[in-house]
C-alpha cells in the first residue's frame, strides 16, 4: 500500500497459528499510512478479526520488526497501548469471570460512571462524544438496549485520543444516524490530526466516500491492498457492497469446487517449520 518508511503500520514477513491449527498467516505483510482509513474486507473466518489482534499487540508474532505501530513493536511496546496511542475496538463488551468465561458487562452501575471514571481525559472531548453519540448520563448498564450499551463502549474507547485506532465491526450495534455520525467523527480524526484507521466491516453502506484504502483478505492471504480509488470494479459498480459481493460470491464457488473434487491433502505451512510464534495470550488481559 506504500513503502515502508513512515507508515503507520507494517507488517512484515509475519508467521502466526492458533495452537493446534495449521498456518492462519504465512509471509503476511502490509503497510498502511498515516491519515488511511482503511476498510478491511474478506469473509467470515478469512483472518479479519485476528490480524486486527495482532496488529493490536494481543499476540505475539515473533522479533520486534515483524508487527510495528508508530515504529514501534505492537506486542512488546506496552506504551503503545497505555497511553492510547494505539486503540482496539471490537468484539461483545465482556469481561472473563472464573470458570463462568466471559459474560456481558451489564452490572448496575450508570454510563456517568463508566464514562467519568476514565482519567485523564479532556472534557471537551468527553463532552463531544457524548453528545455525539447520544448518551444519557443516567442509563443503566444492565437496564438498556444493546445499542446503547456499544455506545458506552464506543465513548469510552475513544475518550484519549488515538493515533491508531482499530475497529472490528464495532457499529453493528448502532442505528443508521449513529453510525454515520461516528463515522464522520472519524474522518475528521484523520483529516485534522492524521489519525489513521482500520475498520473491518460487513456493513458498506456510505463507505464508498468515506475510506481512503481497502484490504481484501482471503483464508489469511492479502489478495488486494490499495486506495479505494484505484480500484477498478468500483468504476463500473453501483456500489461497494455489489463489489465485495462479487469477490466473496467468487470465493464460494472455488470453495465448493474444492470440495466436489478435492487435490491431494497439502497444508498451508510456515517456511519456518514448526515456528517458535504461536498464538500467545501473554500479557493480553492487561492491554
Known amino acids: 500500500m506504500a513503502n515502508e518508511e513512515g507508515n503507520s503500520i507494517r507488517v512484515c514477513g509475519m ?4 495452537e493446534g491449527q495449521p498456518p492462519l498467516f504465512v509471509d503476511f505483510n502490509l503497510n498502511i499510512t498515516p491519515g488511511s482509513r482503511c476498510l478491511l474486507v474478506g469473509a467470515n473466518g478469512s483472518g479479519k478479526t485476528s490480524l486486527l489482534k495482532i496488529v493490536g499487540g494481543r499476540h505475539l508474532v515473533g522479533g520486534r520488526d515483524v508487527v510495528r505501530v508508530l515504529n514501534r513493536s505492537a506486542f512488546h511496546d506496552t506504551q503503545l497501548v497505555c497511553s492510547g496511542d494505539l486503540s482496539y475496538l471490537g468484539g461483545s463488551w465482556r469481561k472473563t469471570i472464573g470458570s463462568a468465561g466471559e459474560v456481558p458487562l451489564q452490572g448496575d452501575f450508570s ?19 457524548i453528545e455525539l453519540l447520544d448518551i444519557d448520563l443516567q442509563w443503566r448498564m444492565h437496564k438498556v438496549s444493546d ?13 484519549h485520543p488515538f493515533k491508531v485506532l482499530l475497529l472490528d465491526e464495532i457499529t453493528v450495534d448502532l442505528d443508521v444516524v449513529a453510525r454515520m ?11 485534522q490530526r492524521g489519525t489513521t484507521i482500520v475498520y473491518a466491516t460487513h456493513i458498506f453502506d456510505g463507505l464508498e466516500t468515506w475510506a481512503t484504502h481497502l484490504a481484501y483478505i482471503q483464508d489469511g492471504e492479502l489478495r488486494r491492498a490499495e486506495r479505494l480509488s484505484e480500484v477498478d470494479e468500483l468504476k463500473n459498480s453501483a456500489n461497494l457492497l455489489s ?18 473434487n478435492p487435490p491431494a491433502q497439502v497444508q498451508k505451512t510456515s517456511p519456518l517449520g514448526t515456528s517458535p510464534f504461536m498464538s500467545s495470550r501473554h500479557m493480553a488481559y492487561y492491554r
Open 15 to 18: 508467521q502466526f497459528s492458533y
Open 111 to 129: 454510563a456517568e460512571h463508566m464514562i467519568f471514571g476514565v482519567e485523564g481525559v479532556d472534557p471537551v472531548r468527553r463532552d463531544k462524544l
Open 147 to 159: 445499542g446503547q450499551r456499544r455506545r458506552v463502549q464506543i465513548c469510552m474507547g475513544l475518550l
Open 181 to 191: 455520525d461516528l463515522l464522520d467523527f472519524f474522518k475528521e480524526e484523520c483529516e
Open 243 to 260: 463489489v465485495v459481493e462479487t469477490w466473496l460470491r467468487a470465493e464460494t464457488k472455488c470453495e465448493r469446487k474444492k470440495h466436489v
